[in-house]
Nanobody, 120 residues
Framework: QVQFVESGGGSVQPGGSLRLSCQVSGITLDNNIIGWFRQAPEKEREGVACISGSDGGTYYAHSVKGRFTISRDNAENTVSLQMNNLSPEDTAAYYC?????????????WGQGTQVTVSS
């Protein structure tokens, strides 16, 4: 059974940084594309970043490009999201999940999420 356990969320001031981590079990990263999506109240779900387990290719949403970095450790079966220069618009629950079609917008089997709150 696939499981994702996200951690690392919290409250931070604008301009601050957070690093999210996702421990994956039940699958190997080598054969999957894993990503982070976020969900804020009254907003559409947004695919933030995705990474290929086979070649490390990445995708970033325009809203986070240049500020967020996704990485993976296939040996540890973890995927991380380094978030810098955070803004209030980044406030959301962040989820780690399988990117079903390689488009970073359709998901399967996500975890419980971790909340990120950016405010002054």
């Amino acid at each position: 059974q696939v499981q994702f356990v996200e951690s690392g969320g919290g409250s931070v001031q604008p301009g601050g940084s957070l690093r999210l981590s996702c421990q994956v079990s039940g699958i190997t990263l080598d054969n999957n594309i894993i990503g982070w999506f976020r969900q804020a109240p009254e907003k559409e779900r947004e695919g933030v970043a995705c990474i290929s387990g086979s070649d490390g290719g990445t995708y970033y949403a325009h809203s986070v490009k240049g500020r967020f970095t996704i990485s993976r450790d296939n040996a540890e079966n973890t995927v991380s999201l380094q978030m810098n220069n955070l803004s209030p618009e980044d406030t959301a629950a962040y989820y780690c999940a399988i990117d079903l079609f390689g488009l970073c917008n359709t998901w399967s089997s996500w975890g419980q999420g971790t909340q990120v709150t950016v405010s002054s």
